[in-house]
Structures are given as C-alpha cells and as structure tokens.
C-alpha cells in the first residue's frame, strides 16, 4: 500500500493499548514484505458478492455511495460498501497491481490488468440472473472471447489470450446464499442445500479451466453468524446454547464451516484430477473469525457492534434505518471498528485480513498470492 497511508493507518492506532499499537506496526510492515513481486503483469479476474464489488452494483443501477462511504481512503463518492478498500483491493496493492475495473463501469475503466465480475448481492443461485455465479462466468467468456477478437484487429490495451492463460482468478462468493437460505428454511434443509452452491462453483470453475484459466484463488465464506445484521434480526431458538463464547450464532456458523468443508474438498480434488492447474483454498472463515475472537489483539473495540447504524448497543444496527440512510450515524472516524455497516468489513478490518492472508498461512495448499505471475 502506498506510504502515506500506512501512515494514516498508523495515526489510527495512536492512544490505543501499546500492545495494539506494536502489533499494528507490525502488520503495516508486513505487507511490504510479503508484496508479490511479478515477473510478468499481473492480470486478474475476479467473482464475488460486495465483498469484493469495486462498483459493479453501483454501475449496474446507477446508484452512487455518497459519504460516509469511502471516508477513509477515497473521501469522494465512490463505489465500494465499506469506509474505504476491501480485501481484494489490499490484495491488488500487494502485487502492485491496479485496482479492479467493474466490467459493468463504461466510465474510467482500464482491463489492462483484469476485470471484476463481483457485484453486490451475489449468489451462486438462482442461475442466469444478473445477480448470479453462472451469469458473472458467462460475462467473462464474452468478455474474453472480443478482447482476443480486438486484439487481433489491433486494439491496444487488450488482454491477450497468453495473459488469460497465466491470469489468476479469484472467487469471494456463498455468503448471500447461506445468509438467504436462512431466512425461508430450517438448518437442516440449509445443510442439504450446501452441495448445490458448491456445484455452482465447480462449474464456474471448470468453465475458466475449459476456456484456458488455470490458476485459482477461491475464498471460503466467512463467520456468518458473527454478522452484526444477523445477530441484530435473528431469533434464537435457545438463548442459551445459539451463541458462542465471542457471542455469535452457532447455527450460522456452523452452516458456513460446513460451506467452507466442502468447497476446500471440492478445491483439493479438481486440484489432483485436472492438469496443469493450481487452486488455492483460502480459510477467510479462520481469518475474520480471528479478527472478532481476538479484535482487542488487533487494536478493535466492540467486534460485534457497527461502525455505521442506528439503535446504539449492543449491535447498533436497525434494519429499518442502516447505513446512509437518514438517521443512520456513522461513529468516529479514530474509533476501530470491525463491522462498517452491519455486513461488510471496515477498511481498518480489512486491512488486516489481508495482512494474514498475505501470510499464506491460511492457503491450502500454502502459497503465496504472487504464485501466478513469477515462474
Ligand atoms: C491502464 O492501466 C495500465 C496499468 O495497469 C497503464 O499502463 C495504462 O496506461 C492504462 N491505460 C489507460 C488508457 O489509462
Ligand atoms: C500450464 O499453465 C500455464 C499457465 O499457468 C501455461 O503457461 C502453460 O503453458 C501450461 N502448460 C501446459 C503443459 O499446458
Ligand atoms: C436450551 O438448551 C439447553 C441445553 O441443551 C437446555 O437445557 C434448555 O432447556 C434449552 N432452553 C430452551 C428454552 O429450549
Ligand atoms: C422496521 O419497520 C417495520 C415496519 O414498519 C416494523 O414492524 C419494525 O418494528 C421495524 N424494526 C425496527 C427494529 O425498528
Ligand atoms: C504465520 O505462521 C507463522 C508460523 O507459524 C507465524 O510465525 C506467523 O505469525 C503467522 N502469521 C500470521 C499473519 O498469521
């Protein structure tokens, strides 16, 4: 990340515990050290809900994210739900890459280095909609398919069919169908319905190997029931035995893990029965979970509380009034907040997932981000 804001970051940390200050050091000095060196351009493509939607949503309905969204990095209107950068922003920056250009944005876009197929709302069903997997893959053939036809005719500036090849893609997606799921259907059915996202995927997947991808990064979903939004609207069925230690509910996490299970297994078999591809599971589960269980580490206060909201203690969040709505509040720009809005992460918290996944220690099998664009 540029210099100057490692700075800001740093600013933030100033008056909190020393010990979150050392640790904040020495998370902003990671990311340099672990900055993916390329030899070649990396290009990357990218699929996914809000988590990773650089402004596909905002293109697609003509909507703009006014203030407070953006405050903390782009301080102008902008097209991210969060405070500022999300996690495959801080994953571009590590690579030295561009930011992602949303495909659906006509205005400003540069694909030199890739494009993100991410938008809001997000799921893996129901099938060809605008907001699902098979539509977003099916955006990216064609996508591919008039680069290599315009390159052919001369257009600078395209990706060529090489760089597709040696492209990473990326895929951050499940969550709205799990956080869906549980409102129309009992636990079990969820469970039962697990294996149709993940078929979703695996076709997803075998679509980009066929069309000649070969190197995949794919994100697990993270601790649903640690969503401030589903703690603030969800009923127990037993107060006593639906919430964990850190005070998020069991049900919702457990239906994510099993989520996570299954897609790591799908990960480790297309990864031995298909040639000449590398996947890379990513335990984003463990590393938010982290964050929350142990946030005061990480110089956070109030895991479970949003930064953006209305209705105060102890979730602030009231689904009637959220978040750049009128009478929503946003707290202080000094205070850490892990939750932005009640679904999606601060940049602050964002900021730190990144820092562990950089780590590597997260990716089965373990390796590194910059795997794809060196060798
Ligand atoms: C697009 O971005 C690349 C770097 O990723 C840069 O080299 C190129 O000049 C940009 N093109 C335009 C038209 O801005
Ligand atoms: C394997 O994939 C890489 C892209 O990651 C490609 O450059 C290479 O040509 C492929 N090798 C074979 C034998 O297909
Ligand atoms: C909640 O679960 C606990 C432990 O299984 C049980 O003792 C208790 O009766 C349950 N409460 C309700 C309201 O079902
Ligand atoms: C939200 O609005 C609905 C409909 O007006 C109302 O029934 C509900 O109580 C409101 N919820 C909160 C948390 O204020
Ligand atoms: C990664 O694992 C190593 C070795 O276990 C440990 O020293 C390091 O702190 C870990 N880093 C992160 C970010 O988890």
């Not at 970051?9 to 100033?14: G, H, I, N």
């Not at 492209?167 to 169908?177: R, S």
């Not at 909201?309 to 979730?315: A, L, Q």
Request: glycine share 8%.
């Amino acid at each position: 990340m540029p210099y100057s804001d490692r700075e800001e970051l740093m600013k933030q940390v100033k008056g909190s515990l020393p010990y979150a200050a050392i640790l904040w050091l020495w998370a902003a000095a990671l990311l340099p050290r672990t900055l993916g060196q390329c030899e070649r351009k990396p290009v990357i493509f990218n699929f996914g809900d809000s988590n990773s939607d650089t402004g596909g949503y905002a293109a697609a309905f003509g909507v703009t994210f006014v203030l407070p969204f953006g405050r903390a990095f782009f301080h102008e209107q902008n097209s991210r739900i969060s405070d500022g950068r999300l996690l495959i922003d801080f994953l571009c920056e590590s690579l030295k890459a561009s930011y992602l250009s949303p495909y659906l944005e006509s205005v400003g876009s540069n694909f030199t280095n890739g494009a993100n197929f991410a938008i809001a709302g997000a799921s893996t069903l129901p099938t060809f909609k605008l907001f699902s997997l098979n539509n977003h893959i099916l955006q990216f053939l064609r996508f591919q398919a008039r680069s290599i036809l315009l390159a052919s005719k001369g257009y600078p500036d395209q990706v060529t069919e090489e760089e597709f090849k040696n492209a990473l893609y990326v895929m951050d997606i499940g969550q709205n169908d799990l956080s869906a799921a549980f409102t129309y259907l009992t636990y079990d059915q969820i469970i039962l319905k697990i294996p149709t996202y993940i078929y979703e995927i695996r076709s997803a997947i075998w679509s980009i190997y066929q069309s000649g991808g070969r190197n995949f990064w794919i994100h697990g979903t993270g601790p649903l029931g640690c969503m401030p939004q589903k703690l603030a609207t969800t009923a127990p069925q037993n107060a006593t035995t639906d919430y964990d230690p850190v005070g998020c509910l069991v049900p919702l996490n457990n239906a994510a893990k099993e989520f996570n299970g299954q897609l790591k297994a799908l990960c480790e078999e297309l990864q031995s029965g298909m040639n000449n591809i590398t996947i890379v599971y990513v335990d984003v589960y463990s590393v938010k979970y982290d964050l929350i269980a142990n946030s005061a580490k990480y110089g956070f206060e109030n895991p479970l509380e949003v930064c953006c909201g209305s209705g105060g203690p102890p979730y602030n969040f009231n689904q009637n009034v959220t978040c750049g709505n009128s009478g929503s509040t946003a707290c202080d720009p000094r205070q850490k907040y892990v939750s932005w809005d009640g679904v999606h992460f601060t940049q602050a918290a964002n900021f730190v997932i990144a820092s562990s996944i950089l780590s590597s220690n997260f990716s089965t099998p373990r390796t590194r981000l910059n795997f794809f664009c060196n060798g």
